[in-house]
């Protein structure tokens, strides 16, 4: 086994027991394709049980006070930051982001522990005023239950506390079932959330390969009353469809294809800055990255120039290596999918401005690259790139571009630049999608909502917003009241 991997669990974990099995499946470094470790490969049986413990453990831990959660939730976020080091080398490893990458992750996926410990003590109810002198009328909150969360791997451990920490602070139990790519950050995770004083059965890791079993089990299980999920459309439909028979509750953080609309009055500097920030953070494997950069045609020359030059700057290389800028992808199918979309950009009379291969690094890793004269009819901007390719699209007017970036049955995030005020304003209220960033190409943190519109999903994740997806609101109509 890799050394980073062997100061945390490589088994799973079900009513705070360490589970193993006979049957594992790999994990593999993307930018070495060693072997790192293997895990349980768990089955509907084993996600059964990890229900079943949640179950059991949702009475006690629903009716502590939030304070008392709140201080076992703290410890966790102690615990996770004083471990940064080593869980950033865990997260390189077995996801390839580059370390400096890799350490942001964990402070802001230690983030949400922090804001959601606070911001359970104010789940607040309302009273309203009465209209029958007899009657009084309240609303309180309580934890919606069981949960079941289903995450990705491109952010394999603030994907799980964005989701975990609220239901935790909530009252909720939950079930998680981590990305087969990455399972080892969510059991470093949990073994430090044990460590901190989770209560057995209220936090458990569900490691499988065979997602579409272990989800099904998920899905229509009544005792589960929520899934959160983040993860493809097409995969969030499925779960979708599954989760009916059982009226569940859901948050469904799916595909996007975000515009980045760079206008003429834009300051220029500041636009390259935004573009690099949001489309190569990840090498480009999130899914608020910019998607379409359209670029207005009085600065699409000055832009494409500035950008090309900020993008042979860029570092390729492991993400363990000082000065990496750019890791390998996930996977062959990733870097597969890359050439594809670059190579019918091409031929539909696309150009290449720089990058457009695969990088001498090794297999899974791709040259940071600008396409240009992209056009609407072109794969690459109807497709969700999740690579470190830009495609800029011309476009004319402010018509244009608002009719071009909501030209898509996805909506989650969008990014405009302009120094024109009243235009931002009115560009940003005219774009459907659930998060926009203005001058800016990065806008996630613990404090606001998260998520988007049309088919990129439901619901929110981070900020009050974040909280409320756990919670039940019950009317209470208190009579003989006495006029
Ligand atoms: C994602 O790619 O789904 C998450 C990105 C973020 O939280 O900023």
Do not use: H
């Not at 009273?127 to 009328?137: E, Q």
């Amino acid at each position: 086994m890799n050394m980073i991997a062997k100061k945390f669990p490589n088994a799973a974990l079900i009513d705070g027991e360490w589970v193993t099995s006979n049957k594992t499946f790999p994990v593999y470094d993307p930018a070495t394709g060693e072997e790192i470790a293997s895990v349980p490969d768990l089955g509907a049986k084993d996600a059964l049980r990890a229900i079943d413990a949640a179950n059991s453990a949702l009475p006690t831990w629903s009716t502590k006070t939030a304070k008392e959660r709140a201080a076992i939730l703290k410890r966790w976020f102690d615990l996770v930051t004083a471990e940064t080091e080593s869980l950033a080398q865990l997260m390189t490893t077995e996801q390839g982001k580059p370390l400096a990458e890799s350490r942001a992750e964990v402070a802001y996926g230690a983030s949400f522990i922090e804001w959601f410990a606070e911001e359970g003590k104010r789940a607040y109810g309302r009273t309203i005023p009465t209209t029958v002198a007899s009657k009084r009328y309240i609303t309180i909150k309580q934890p919606i239950g069981v949960v079941a969360a289903i995450t990705p791997w491109n952010f394999p451990i603030a994907m799980i506390t964005r989701k975990v920490a609220p239901a935790l602070a909530a009252g909720c139990t939950i079930v998680v079932k981590p990305a087969a790519e990455t399972p080892l950050c969510a059991l470093a995770v949990a073994k430090l959330g044990k460590d901190a004083g989770l209560p057995p059965g209220v936090l458990n890791i569900v490691t499988t390969k065979d997602a579409p079993a272990v989800g099904k089990v998920f899905c229509e299980d009544p005792r589960v009353r929520k899934l959160s999920f983040t993860g493809s459309t097409e995969v969030g439909k499925i779960l979708y469809r599954q989760c009916a028979d059982t009226v569940k509750k859901l948050t469904l953080e799916l595909g996007g294809n975000a515009p980045l609309v760079v206008f003429d009055d834009a300051d220029l500097e500041q636009a390259v800055a935004g573009a690099m920030a949001s489309k190569y953070r990840n090498a480009g494997q999130t899914c608020v990255c910019a998607n379409r950069i359209l670029v207005q045609s009085g600065i699409y020359d000055g832009f494409a120039a500035a950008l090309v030059k900020a993008v042979n700057k860029l570092t390729v290389g492991p993400g363990l290596e000082p000065g990496t800028a750019i890791g390998p992808l996930i996977s062959s199918e990733a870097i597969a999918k890359v050439e594809a979309l670059v190579s019918d950009a091409v031929k539909k009379g696309a150009k290449v401005l720089t990058g457009g291969t695969l990088d001498n690094a090794g297999p899974l890793f791709y040259r940071p690259s600008v396409v240009g004269d992209v056009t609407a009819d072109m794969s690459i901007v109807q497709e969700e790139i999740f690579g470190p390719v830009a495609a800029l699209v011309r476009f004319d007017t402010e018509a244009d571009a608002v009719k071009l970036a909501n030209d898509t049955p996805f909506g989650l995030a969008a990014y405009l630049f302009s120094q024109n005020l009243g235009r931002a304003w009115r560009v940003a209220e005219k774009l459907d999608v659930g998060m926009v960033g203005v001058n800016e190409g990065i806008f996630s943190n613990e404090v606001v909502p998260f998520g988007g519109v049309k088919e990129s999903g439901l619901g929110r994740e981070g900020g009050a917003e974040g909280l409320e997806e756990y919670l039940e609101t019950k009317y209470i109509c208190l009579g003989g009241i006495d006029a």
